[in-house]
């Protein structure tokens, strides 16, 4: 098979699965999903010759590079908006939360935001993406040992973080504990 036909096959084979993983760091701003997805592609159309046999991986690891120039230039056309007077409040767009209004499992999505973004990104790639210890190793361009041990470090990181924003939260061993008089 030619680097051509390769490249159209990873295309073909692993679109969405690119836009998924751009459109969840995102949170759907829709454009620049587009935007990233298509930088993604034409990075791999012109290092189509360096694709792996198992490309996904390596294609997320191209994800998160252009990921990170979008979240770069969205945050400087943010601050120009800012100073040009142009924001939601000026134009009375603001909406305010009802003290109701915390959608289901948001605490989690909190302990979250409070990582490090290389916890978040470990942690995404296990669970949203799905990966494999040695294919979060590609992403993050190191060893499988050095990926296992910041996954590790992450999921302790948010248990921690959990723990910090509901103590109640159930846990099955502690759970177990006390229903049998050992905690």
Known sequence: ???DEFFAAAYREHYWAVSRYVARRL?????????????????????????????????YGVARNCLANAVRGYGRRRRLVARLGNDE????????????????????????????????????????????????AVVLGCGSRAAAMRLHRARRRLRAEIDRIRPDATRPDATLTKEHGHG
């Open 1 to 3: 098979m030619s680097n």
């Open 27 to 59: 949170d759907g701003r829709t454009s620049e999903v587009e935007e990233v997805v298509a930088e993604v592609f034409t990075v791999a159309w012109r290092r189509r010759a360096d694709l792996p046999g198992s490309p996904l991986p390596w294609l």
């Open 89 to 136: 409040t000026a134009h009375g767009r603001q909406v305010v939360a009802g003290p109701d209004t915390e959608a289901p499992g948001a605490w989690v999505h909190e302990a979250l935001a409070r990582l490090s973004e290389g916890d978040r990104e470990v942690l995404r790639l296990t669970a949203w993406e799905e990966l494999a210890v040695d294919e979060v």
